[in-house]
T-cell receptor, first 112, second 113 residues
């Protein structure tokens, strides 16, 4: 069965600092991998996705993620966070016609 | 701009009421999903549908039912609302296969008193 683990429930970073959110997945074949962001009181918005090709993918809002098959990871990064990046972030995995499986999310707090 | 629209942002209902949450998508997507989101538990799948008049149970279907009479509309029904169904409910849609991911609505915050 497919699964996603986001080991960090809550992360706090200073504005302007770099960010890395961790995501580990379990999937039997080549997965589709996604990162979503949820601002308070809103639905989820797609940040980026990966299926094949370059293992470093660029997304919206200056985010990027790197697929590492050997580590079963798909970590999200941003070089310099802004106060508006405060939100909850979800990693998801799926493939073919299967449903996506979501992680439990990481809440990001930005301090001035 | 493509959309998934949930009819209500906030709802307050009484215990025992029958509650309808409506979701409409304008992308001609085959697949539609209902999730509930609770702090620390992430997104939990309630029901999903791959076609009109078709429905499948997700991970937590107890206390819920769904209806999909038209391709664009997927309704979640709480037959007899209870306080433990107080939650954020998210609707999503997708085309066949997961390659494009899901498009989510803005959510409905349901409070059962």
């Amino acid at each position: 069965a497919q699964s996603v683990t986001q080991p960090d429930i809550h992360i706090t970073v200073s504005e302007g600092a770099s960010l890395e959110l961790r995501c580990n997945y379990s999937y039997g074949a080549t997965p589709y991998l996604f990162w979503y962001v949820q601002s308070p009181g809103q639905g989820l918005q797609l940040l980026l996705k990966y299926f094949s090709g370059d293992t470093l993918v660029q997304g919206i809002k200056g985010f990027e993620a790197e697929f590492k098959r050997s580590q079963s990871s798909f970590n999200l990064r941003k070089p310099s966070v802004h106060w508006s990046d405060a939100a909850e972030y979800f990693c998801a995995v799926g493939g073919g016609n299967e449903k996506l499986t979501f992680g439990t999310g990481t809440r990001l707090t930005i301090i001035p | 701009d493509v959309k998934v629209t949930q009819s209500s942002r906030y709802l307050v209902k009484r215990t025992g009421e029958k509650v309808f949450l409506e979701c409409v998508q304008d992308m001609d997507h085959e697949n539609m999903f209902w999730y509930r989101q609770d702090p620390g538990l992430g997104l939990r799948l309630i029901y999903f549908s791959y076609d009109v008049k078709m429905k499948e149970k997700g991970d937590i279907p107890e206390g819920y039912s769904v209806s999909r009479e038209k391709k664009e509309r997927f309704s979640l029904i709480l037959e007899s609302a209870s306080t433990n169904q107080t939650s954020m409910y998210l609707c999503a849609s997708s085309s066949l296969g997961v390659g494009y991911g899901y498009t989510f609505g803005s959510g409905t915050r349901l409070t059962v008193v």
